[in-house]
């Protein structure tokens, strides 16, 4: 090889290394930069991450303090709940928009004739002991103030979200469904609220007609086992008015709803609604609506003892009647006491009267009206079917309606409605020797 040709090779060599050089120094820089990004995207998806951490702790304690009003006075009760003391005139319904200069009504200025027998205790051997709030045991609110169950932290996380917390899931009519309702027509041929709704089972004795003007009732308390968290279990009164799709409520009884109360412990509520429960409406008094009048009832709170099969049964009465000067709607709990009212102002159709009224249990889940492999298995009532009668199934005592005569009367045009007849049931039946109509109702959902 020539010296030339030599010097070529030699300066080709020395390219080459430069190439090579240069080349894994692109790379470094390519590697150095792509590191560099996923460095900075990283930073920023954890920043991200905070942020909304930050604003969801900030929602949180916005909506604690919407919640929950300033105490004069806290309880800690035994089980757990704290109970606040709120200034009558400071407490949650005023914050209503339509209640903004409203003035507290204390007594209703039309009391019907006579008492609701749903306020008294049976004199038959088949009657119930009142059934008592746990919380009730550790301490008393004064007068002038209001008992309020406090919302806590740790009732918000396990909400589907904040917006809907304390509110029933919409209803919607089920336009498909192989279960008729009995009656889906009321008077001269109206539309009645009653009838196959999505997520929902009922097992009812109903009454219809124009001018409801109250319901009563003495439901025995369970514990029903409930299925899955969102899932609710009930045992109460309903008084509505309007269509299937658009109607007004005023509920009350027993609940059982882990996802809002944190167990499965049954507790005394209210409910309404004046849309179905598509946008308002609630329980209890996490929104703005009922106004409370009494310092020894909290809505909410835990019921003790509960009825024992074959054993001791507890009652809560319970009965809802208008105010016909007032057009406001009364609740009446246990042995007369007055707990408060829904003002008239807050309902579309509820203002003038109620066309249906309804005695039973409903059971909420996304697993009821389906195939019987996928069913819920949430049981109504005690868990056990109407048929097996006092002491072992649930029951409401007591009916009665009232019209615009202002009496309470038993309903003369009823009749029992059932969703899943093979899942929960009614059996409205005599329980004994001199005893008046008691509905049963219950069962054990996987059917």
């Not at 004199?123 to 059934?131: A, L």
């Not at 007068?143 to 919607?172: M, N, V």
């Not at 009206?369 to 005592?397: D, E, K, R």
């Not at 007591?398 to 899942?423: A, H």
Request: hydrophobic content about 30%; glycine content about 10%; aromatic content about 10%.
């Amino acid at each position: 090889m020539s010296l030339r040709e030599r010097e070529r090779e030699r300066e080709r060599e020395r390219m080459g290394k430069r190439v090579s050089s240069s080349s894994w120094l692109g790379m470094e820089n390519v590697f150095l930069l792509l590191g560099i990004g996923l460095i900075v995207f990283s930073n920023g998806v954890y920043g991200m991450s905070k942020e909304r951490k930050a604003s969801m702790e900030m929602e949180i304690d916005r909506k604690l303090k919407l919640l929950n009003k300033p105490a004069v006075k806290s309880i800690q009760s035994e089980d757990g709940d704290i109970i606040d003391c709120v200034d009558i005139h400071k407490q949650p319904a005023l914050d209503h928009p339509a209640l903004k200069k409203h003035i507290i009504q204390m007594a209703p200025k039309y009391v019907p004739e006579g008492v609701s027998p749903a306020m008294k205790k049976e004199s038959s051997k088949t009657g119930g002991s009142e059934v008592k709030q746990i919380w009730q045991r550790s301490g008393s609110c004064p007068e002038g103030t209001i008992p309020i169950r406090r919302i806590q932290k740790k009732d918000l996380l396990r909400a589907a979200s904040l917006q809907h917390f304390g509110r029933k899931p919409p209803s919607h009519p089920l336009q498909e469904n192989t279960i008729e309702p009995d009656k889906s027509v009321g008077p001269n041929g109206t539309d009645v609220p009653v009838g196959p709704e999505t997520n929902r089972s009922k097992a009812v004795l109903l009454s219809y007609e124009y001018q409801f003007l109250g319901a009563s009732g003495a439901i025995n308390v369970w514990k029903p086992t409930v299925d899955l968290p969102d899932d609710y279990s009930s045992g109460q009164i309903w008084l509505k008015s309007g269509n299937l799709s658009n109607y007004d409520s005023v509920e009350s009884g027993w609940v059982v709803y882990p996802a809002l109360y944190g167990n499965d412990q049954p507790r005394s509520f209210i409910h309404w609604t004046s849309d179905a429960y598509h946008t308002t409406g609630c329980f209890d008094l996490t929104c703005a609506g009922f106004v409370q009048t009494n310092n020894k009832i909290s809505f909410g709170t835990a019921l003790d003892p509960v009825s024992v099969a074959s054993g001791p049964q507890y009652e809560i009465g319970v009965s809802i009647y208008m105010d016909p000067v007032t057009s406001n709607w009364w609740l009446d709990y246990g042995s007369e006491t007055k707990v408060g009212y829904w003002p008239g102002t807050l309902f579309q159709n509820l203002n003038f009267s109620a066309i249906v009224a309804e005695w039973g249990g409903e059971v909420y889940s996304s697993r009821v009206l389906n195939s019987q492999a996928n069913h819920t298995t949430t049981q109504m009532g005690s868990g056990a079917f109407p048929t097996s009668l006092y002491g072992i199934a649930s029951y409401v005592a007591r009916i009665r309606n009232m019209d615009f005569s202002l009496q309470w009367k038993y309903p003369g045009d009823k009749e029992t409605y059932v969703s899943e007849l093979q899942c929960y049931n009614t059996f409205n039946a005599l329980s004994g020797p001199g005893d008046e109509p008691r509905l049963f109702f219950g069962g054990s959902g996987h059917c």
